[in-house]
């Protein structure tokens, strides 16, 4: 009994440190956007978080697009690893496609853009292959 309910009491500490992180992607300083893209980077890459993500997930996507397009190097490389790893958690089913396709133009852009950073275009580059790989329906 005790057990189960301090799982819960972690599971939900963790539920609220993702909400926290993903509120702290809109944030004003680059600084506190980054630390929040690191730490959902290791939270997406540690363990399976697709039910709490599955209503958050365009919400989630939106605020990776707004630091993919506001955001430079470093931040919009950790956005489109973010991104690859919101696909991962979203599956081949039909949330990840729409995650997918949402994306996919912003992608596409920061790649195909010769002023934004190699480490950027490279991130977007893996992004869209491994998205496109995970989540397209439409096979071209």
């Avoid at 195909?112 to 991130?123: G, I, K, L, V, Y």
Wanted: hydrophobic fraction near 40%; charge should be negative.
């Amino acid at each position: 009994g005790s057990e189960a309910a301090g799982e819960q009491a972690q599971e939900e500490e963790t539920e609220d440190r993702l909400k926290e992180h993903m509120d702290n992607l809109l944030d004003k300083s680059a600084r506190t956007r980054l630390t929040a893209l690191q730490s959902l980077r290791l939270a997406f890459s540690s363990r399976t978080l697709s039910e709490f993500l599955l209503q958050r997930r365009l919400t989630l996507a939106d605020s990776l697009e707004k630091c993919l397009k506001k955001g430079k190097g470093e931040e919009q490389a950790l956005a489109g690893t973010v991104l690859t790893l919101l696909c991962l958690q979203m599956g081949s089913g039909r949330e990840g496609e729409e995650v997918f396709r949402s994306v996919k133009p912003l992608l596409v852009s920061v790649l195909t853009d010769s002023m934004a950073s190699p480490c950027a275009r490279q991130s977007c580059a893996t992004a869209l292959g491994m998205c496109c790989y995970i989540a397209a329906a439409d096979l071209e």
